[in-house]
């Protein structure tokens, strides 16, 4: 009489996590150790790299300028009306945003300007007022504003993230990540401002600044964006100083 086959009861049939040793926490591991062999190496700012984005995007958004025998003169007596524009930044290899704070800032110190006399006042050119996207629609809308200068705004970050010695002897055990100083986050921001005459459509200035923040601390822990925003910050308040020395010149020769 032949046996019939011995069935394992469906409870028992399972895998053995530990018996072939594999861990159920190995998949959860394995996304991170992937994102930290994926910034283990130092790949350094690039500043020429900003550089060439911003004038790059200052071709394309200025186009072509009319000759100076055809471009209207500026006639205007006393301290001018000045406008203001942050160039959109929400693009690959800007990475940021400008936010309410950098338009705060750049207000007040506006108010600087306008306490010394060398501006009669200022405001923000709004990007819905502009009819269209490139410079020649940026200063009929400030035209429309009342101002007689234009001040753009342009800027660009990048972040270096890289690992030290603690981040080999100490992520892999898991903790080592959210607590073991093993990550790296570098961030360079450039801005870049340009002073426009309004009618005249003549560039008068043209400055530049660096910000550069750094950090070190656990990899969960350590968030580009915020070494970002402290670059940028850097930087804006450094254009604004010499942009503010470009303002006192002009003034004085008036």
């Given amino acids: 009489m032949t046996k019939a086959p011995h069935r394992v009861p469906p409870s028992k049939i399972r895998i053995s996590w530990i018996g072939t040793g594999v861990n159920r926490r190995s998949y959860m591991v394995l996304p991170l150790l992937l994102f930290l062999t994926a910034c283990a190496g130092s790949q350094g700012l690039r500043l020429d790299s900003l550089q060439q984005t911003l004038q790059d995007e200052e071709v394309r958004f200025v186009g072509a300028l009319p000759s100076p025998s055809t471009a209207n003169s500026s006639t205007r007596q006393g301290p001018p009306r000045l406008g203001l524009y942050f160039m959109p930044t929400g693009f690959l290899r800007h990475e940021f945003e400008w936010t309410d704070a950098d338009r705060e800032s750049l207000l007040a110190w506006t108010n600087g300007l306008k306490r ?106 350590v968030e580009d964006q915020e070494q970002v925003t402290a670059a940028r910050r850097q930087a804006l308040t450094k254009l604004m100083d010499k942009l503010r020395d470009d303002f006192a010149r002009t003034g004085s020769r008036r």
């Avoid at 990048?158 to 080592?176: H, P, Q």
């Avoid at 401002?193 to 008068?204: I, P, S, Y």
Wanted: aromatic share 8%.
């Fill in 116 to 221: 010394d006399g060398l501006i009669s006042g200022a405001s923000f050119i709004q990007l819905s007022s502009i009819k269209g996207n490139q410079l020649a629609q940026l200063r009929e809308s400030a035209m429309r504003y009342g101002a007689d200068l234009l001040l753009i705004v342009d800027g660009a970050a990048n972040v270096d993230r890289y690992n030290n010695y603690k981040a080999v002897l100490l992520y892999w055990t898991i903790l080592g990540a959210y607590f073991a100083d093993g990550t790296h986050s570098d961030a360079l921001c450039l801005v870049r401002g340009a002073l426009w005459d309004v009618r005249g459509e003549t560039k008068l200035v043209g400055e530049e600044a660096q910000g550069l923040s750094k950090t070190v601390g656990p990899a969960a822990r």
